[in-house]
C-alpha cells in the first residue's frame, strides 16, 4: 500500500508498504529517519515516541496505515535548521545523554511535558517520564536537564556556571583543601567524524 | 583533564543523527534473520530448508554445514556452535538463518524451515549439574571452572558464628540498543562488518576462526552501540551475517527485536552461596568460609573469569586472616550465562554483605561499625595474598555515607503524596502498613583483565597542521558504548598536546586492539595508551620544533596551542609545526598480573581494586510487599575524575542497575525456558523507581596508573543492590536470603 503524510512539516510518501509494518519501521528503513528507536517494539520503552497530531505516541505502537494523511513530528524534526531546541541543549549540557538511544524518546517526551506545563515540579517531571526507559544515567542527570530546560523556557536562568544545580554531587580531593562541585565549564568540543 | 568536557557525538545524539547499528542501511540491502531452538535441550535429526527456500523474496538458508571454519567459538573456550551441529543446548540456541528482501519475509521463512529434534530432558540445575549423575553437556564434564582459595588456619575457632544461604536471580543487561549489525561482501572475497560491540578485536579474532578468513579480509567497525553492560561481549548476529553476506553477494543486516534480545546474549550468572563468618567478641573477623555456585548455562562465554572474581572477591573488602572460599561455575541447558557489569562481585556481594549485617547483630554492634572494624586498607593482604598496593579507603567510604544527611521521615499526619510511596499513584496505601529502614554496603571490584592475561590497549595519535590550525587526530579501536570514552580520550590529547582542535577517528580494525570495554578497564588502559602515544608525539614534535628553532630548550612545552619556554611564549603550535606531521601507535599494558595457584588461589591476580560504599532507605508496604526506595547515597572513590559529569553518570547508571537487581529484574526460568522475554514482564527501573541521589566522589591517587586514576565503572552496581535489600531487612526484620526481592518473600504469602 502507499502512505501520505506529514513529517516534521514535509509531505511524504512510501510505496509497497507492508500491512503490517508499524509506522516506526516506515520512518526508519522507508523514509530515512531513523532517529526515532526500536528498542523494545512493543510500547513499553519509550525510545520510538514521536509526535502523532500534536499527541505523544509510540511510533512502535501505530500501525502505518494510521499514519495515513496525518502530522508526524520526530526528533529530527525538533531542531529545525540545525538551532537546538531548549531540551536539547540541556540534555548535553546536564550530561542527561549516555549511549543515547533512549534520548530521541526522552526528548520529544520532555519537549512535550515543557510545552503543556512550563514549571514541571520534580514529581510531575517523573510522571511525564514514566514511559521511556533509559539504562545508562540512573535518570538524576535527565531530571538535571529537564529542570534546566524549564528554568531556561520560562526565563528563570538555569544551571549555576559549574554546569550542575545538584547539590548533593561533590568531588572531594583529599589532597587538596575544601570541597569543589561536580561538573565543570564545558571544554571545547572538537570534531568528532 | 579534571573539566567535564562536553561528548564529542553528543549533538548527534541529541538531534537523531548519530548512527546506531540498527540505524545502518545501504542501497540493496537484504535482511538476515536466525530460527532458534524452542528447546533446552535436543537432538537435531534433521533439517529441511526446501518449502523455506522456495519462498519469494528468499536469497539464502543457511545451516551449521555452510560454516566453512571452525563451528564453534568462544571468549575464552571454543565450544559454542556458530549454528547448532547435532545438539542444542539452550533454548533460543541458533540452529539456521535466512537472508530476504524484507525481514518479515524472513521470518515467514525462518519458521518453514522443518526441523526434527529428539527432546532430551535438560539439567538446570547447577549444582545438580556438578554433582550428581546425569547428562554430561560437554565432553569434559559439567565443570566449567572451581576457584579454590585457601588461606591461613583450615580449621579456625571464633567466638561468633554466624551462616547464610543466599540466592541471585539471573539479571539482563537489557541495553536498549538491540543487537545488530550490516554485513558487506568485498571484491577481495573478505567482508566488512559495522557492528555494535565492546572489543572489536575479539569479536574479529572469533569471525576469522569461523569464517575461515585472515583479519586482513574481516574488517570490523564499530557502529554506534546503544549500551552494553556486559552482554556485548560475546558474539551475537556477527558471524550470521557475515556468512549471509558472502553467500549472497549482497549487504545483509540483521536486527533482533527485544524477545530475541533475551535469547541473543549471555546473561549474569544465577548464583547460591553458602557463607560462614567468624569473628571475636571484639567484632574482629576471624574466617570466611564460602561455597558459590555459578550457573554459566549452555556454553562457557566468560564464565571462568567470572568464578575468578567471585572467588577471588568473593569475601568483600575486609581484612580476614583465615579464608576458604570454593567458586563453582558449572554448565547447565539454561541460557548461557557471561559478563554483566560487577562480573561476579555483584553476586558474592549480597551474600558477604548480608552475612557482615548478620554479624554484627549476633556481635550487638552497629553495621556500619562492623565493617569499619575489618575493613581493608592500603597495605593490607587481600584473601589470594595479594597486598592492596594503593589507596583503599574503605572505612572513610563508609563513614562518610553514614555522616551524609537522611531523608525525612515521613509525616504521620496529614494526606500524603502518593507518588512517594510504595505502589504510587495505584493507591495501595496512603501510609498505613509502611515502615521505613535503613542500610549499608561496600564494594570492591577488580579493575582491568585480571590472573595474567596480557591487557592491553593500542592507541594511534597524529599531530599535524590542518587548515591552519594545529590538530590532532586519535584513533583507537576501543569501544564507546556510551561510558563518555571518546570524550576521555580527546581530553587526554588536549591536555598532553595542548591543542584544542582533537579528531576522533572511526573505531575499527584498522588500529590495534584497544581490549575490552568491560572491567572498568578503558579510561585505565586505553587512556594509558592515548596519553603514551601522545608523549611520543609529543618529544618529536618538540623536537622538530627545537630544531626550526635553532636551539636546545629543556623545559619547552606545548600549552593552548602554543610552544611555551617558562613564562615565555615563543609561538603558535602551527606556525613551528609547519607541514610535518607526527603520527605514532603505542601499544599499552598495565603492570602484569599472575594466575593465581590452582590449589590455594593465592597470588598477584589483580592489577587494581575499586571501592564504593552505598546506603539505602527504603518504606516497605509490609501489606503487599512493595517497596519504595526513598534515598540511595553513594561514596565512591575514583582516584582522579577525569571528567567528573561522566564519572557521576556511572554511578547514577550504576547504581540503579543494582537497584533492579535487587527489586525487580529477574529472567525467569523455567524447565530452562525463558518465561519474560520482553520489557513488559522484565522489569527494569524507571525513573519513578529511582530516588535522587547523594553522591560523594573521593580522589585519592593510585600511583600505578595513568593520572592516578581508578576505574568507575563497576563497584555502583556491586553496594547498591546489597544496600538496598539491607533496607528491606532493617525494615522489616525479615531474613530475604534471596534477590530479587519479590513481593511475597515480604508478604509471606
Given at each position: 500500500m502507499r502512505i501520505t503524510c506529514t513529517i516534521n512539516g514535509q509531505q511524504q510518501q512510501a510505496d509497497d508498504v507492508w500491512e503490517g509494518e508499524s509506522l516506526l519501521y516506515v520512518l526508519r528503513e522507508r523514509l530515512g529517519f531513523p532517529g526515532s528507536k526500536n528498542a523494545c517494539e512493543q510500547g513499553e520503552c519509550g525510545s520510538c515516541t514521536v509526535y502523532l497530531d500534536g499527541v505523544l505516541a509510540c511510533a512502535c505502537l501505530v500501525a502505518a496505515g494510521q499514519a495515513q494523511g496525518r502530522d508526524v513530528r520526530t526528533i529530527e524534526g525538533l531542531a529545525p535548521g540545525g538551532e537546538l531546541s531548549a531540551v536539547q541543549r540541556a540534555f548535553l549540557e546536564a550530561g542527561a545523554v549516555q549511549c543515547g538511544f533512549c534520548t530521541p524518546g526522552l526528548l520529544v517526551a520532555a519537549h512535550d511535558l515543557i510545552e503543556r506545563q512550563p514549571e514541571p515540579s520534580d514529581a510531575e517531571i517523573r510522571e511525564a517520564l514514566a514511559g521511556n526507559l533509559c539504562r545508562c544515567t540512573g535518570y538524576e542527570k535527565i531530571m538535571e536537564a529537564v529542570r534546566l530546560a524549564a528554568a531556561r523556557r520560562s526565563g528563570a536562568g538555569g544551571l549555576p556556571d559549574d554546569g550542575t544545580d545538584h547539590p548533593h554531587q561533590v568531588i572531594t580531593r583529599p589532597d587538596h583543601p575544601g570541597i569543589q562541585r561536580g561538573g565543570q565549564q564545558r571544554g571545547p568540543a572538537g570534531r568528532h567524524t | 583533564m579534571g573539566s567535564s568536557a562536553g561528548r564529542p557525538d553528543g549533538t548527534p545524539k541529541v538531534t537523531g543523527e548519530f548512527v546506531y547499528s540498527s540505524d545502518l542501511w545501504l542501497d540493496g540491502m537484504i535482511w538476515g534473520v536466525t530460527l532458534r531452538s524452542p528447546h533446552p535441550y535436543a537432538r537435531i535429526r534433521s533439517i529441511d530448508p526446501g518449502e523455506a527456500l522456495a519462498m519469494p523474496g528468499v536469497w539464502a538458508v543457511l545451516t551449521q554445514e555452510d560454516v566453512p571454519g571452525d563451528k564453534v567459538y568462544g571468549l575464552e573456550i571454543s565450544d559454542q556452535p556458530v549454528l547448532a551441529v547435532d545438539v542444542v543446548r539452550y533454548q533460543g540456541e541458533p540452529v539456521a538463518l535466512v537472508a530476504a528482501d524484507h525481514p518479515e519475509i524472513a521470518r515467514q521463512a525462518a519458521k518453514r524451515i522443518r526441523v526434527d529434534y529428539e527432546v532430551y530432558q535438560p539439567v538446570t540445575d547447577a549444582r545438580e549439574a556438578l554433582f550428581e549423575e546425569g547428562a554430561k553437556l560437554h565432553p569434559q564434564g559439567n565443570l566449567v571452572r572451581h576457584l579454590k582459595l585457601r588461606k591461613g588456619d583450615p580449621e579456625p575457632v571464633a567466638d561468633v558464628v554466624v551462616t547464610g544461604e543466599y540466592q541471585v536471580g539471573m539479571q539482563d543487561q537489557a541495553f536498549l540498543g538491540p543487537e545488530s549489525g550490516l554485513a558487506v561482501p568485498s571484491e577481495d572475497g573478505g567482508v566488512e562488518l559495522y557492528v555494535a560491540t565492546q572489543w572489536l578485536h575479539v569479536d574479529q579474532r572469533q569471525i576469522c576462526s569461523a569464517l575461515g578468513l585472515p583479519p586482513d579480509m574481516v574488517r570490523l567497525t564499530l557502529a554506534g552501540?546503544?549500551?552494553a553492560f556486559g552482554g556485548r561481549e560475546d558474539l551475537s548476529m556477527h558471524v550470521h551475517a557475515c556468512l549471509l553476506a558472502l553467500r549472497t553477494g549482497k549487504p545483509v543486516k540483521m536486527v533482533y527485536n527485544r524477545e530475541e534480545s533475551f535469547f541473543g546474549h549471555v546473561h549474569r550468572h544465577p548464583a547460591l552461596m553458602r557463607f560462614e563468618h567468624g569473628a571475636n567478641r571484639d567484632g574482629r573477623l576471624v574466617y570466611v568460609k564460602a561455597q558459590i555456585y555459578l550457573d554459566g548455562g549452555a556454553y562457557a562465554s566468560s564464565t571462568p573469569a567470572v568464578v575468578g572474581n567471585a572467588g577471588t572477591m568473593g569475601i568483600g573488602p575486609y581484612v580476614v586472616p583465615n579464608v576458604q572460599v570454593d567458586a563453582y561455575g558449572a554448565y547447565t541447558n539454561n541460557p548461557p550465562c557471561g559478563a554483566m557489569r560487577g562480573f561476579g562481585s555483584v553476586q558474592a556481594a549480597f551474600a558477604h554483605e548480608a552475612q557482615m549485617d548478620k554479624l554484627a547483630s549476633a556481635l550487638g554492634l552497629d553495621p556500619v561499625e562492623l565493617r569499619c572494624r575489618n575493613a581493608m586498607t592500603q597495605g593490607a593482604e587481600a584473601p589470594t595474598g595479594q597486598v592492596i598496593d594503593s589507596p583503599a579507603p574503605v572505612e572513610e567510604l563508609l563513614r562518610r555515607v553514614q555522616a551524609m544527611p537522611l531523608p525525612p521521615p515521613r509525616s504521620p499526619d496529614g494526606e500524603p503524596d502518593l507518588r512517594d510511596l510504595p505502589g504510587g499513584v495505584a493507591n495501595t496505601t496512603h501510609g498505613e502498613g509502611v515502615v521505613r529502614g535503613v542500610g549499608y554496603a561496600v564494594a570492591y571490584k577488580n579493575v582491568g583483565f585480571s590472573e595474567g592475561f596480557d591487557d592491553y590497549s593500542t592507541a594511534r595519535v597524529r599531530l599535524e597542521v590542518l587548515s591552519g590550525q594545529a590538530t590532532a587526530t586519535v584513533h583507537t579501536a576501543s569501544a564507546e558504548v556510551g561510558q563518555g570514552l571518546v570524550t576521555v580520550e580527546q581530553q587526554i590529547v588536549r591536555t598532553e598536546l595542548g591543542v584544542d582542535q582533537v579528531i576522533s577517528a572511526p573505531k575499527d580494525t584498522q588500529v590495534g586492539s584497544g581490549g575490552s570495554s568491560s572491567a572498568s578497564r578503558q579510561t585505565y588502559v586505553t587512556g594509558g595508551a592515548v596519553k603514551a602515544a601522545c608523549e611520543q608525539v609529543r618529544e618529536r614534535a618538540l623536537a622538530v620544533i627545537q630544531r626550526r628553532l635553532g636551539c636546545t630548550m629543556p623545559d619547552l612545552r606545548l600549552e593552548g596551542g602554543k610552544v611555551v619556554s617558562g613564562e615565555d611564549i615563543l609561538g603558535g603550535l602551527s606556525d613551528l609545526l609547519g607541514d610535518e606531521i607526527i603520527d605514532e601507535t603505542v601499544e599499552w599494558r598495565h603492570r602484569p598480573t599472575e594466575a593465581v595457584d590452582p590449589e590455594t588461589g593465592q597470588g598477584f591476580a589483580h592489577v587494581q581494586y575499586a571501592f564504593a560504599a552505598h546506603r539505602a532507605v527504603v518504606d516497605v508496604d509490609t501489606e503487599l510487599g512493595l517497596v519504595k526506595v526513598v534515598a540511595l547515597d553513594c561514596v565512591q572513590d575514583v582516584g582522579k575524575a577525569i571528567n567528573p559529569q561522566a564519572v557521576l553518570g556511572q554511578i547514577q547508571g550504576g547504581s540503579a542497575q543494582g537497584l533492579g537487581l535487587a527489586v525487580m529484574e529477574e529472567i525467569q526460568i523455567s524447565g530452562g525456558k525463558i518465561r519474560n522475554p520482553s520489557f513488559t514482564d522484565y522489569l527494569i527501573p524507571t525513573i519513578l523507581d529511582m530516588p535522587p541521589m547523594r553522591i560523594e566522589v573521593l580522589e585519592y591517587p593510585d600511583p600505578h596508573a595513568p593520572y592516578g586514576l581508578r576505574g568507575v565503572g563497576e563497584p555502583p552496581t556491586i553496594s547498591s543492590g546489597p544496600a538496598i535489600v539491607a533496607a528491606i531487612r532493617a525494615a522489616t526484620?525479615?531474613?530475604?536470603?534471596?534477590?530479587?526481592?519479590r513481593p511475597e518473600h515480604i508478604t509471606g504469602t
Open positions: - | 552501540v546503544g549500551g526484620g525479615l531474613a530475604l536470603n534471596q534477590v530479587p526481592v
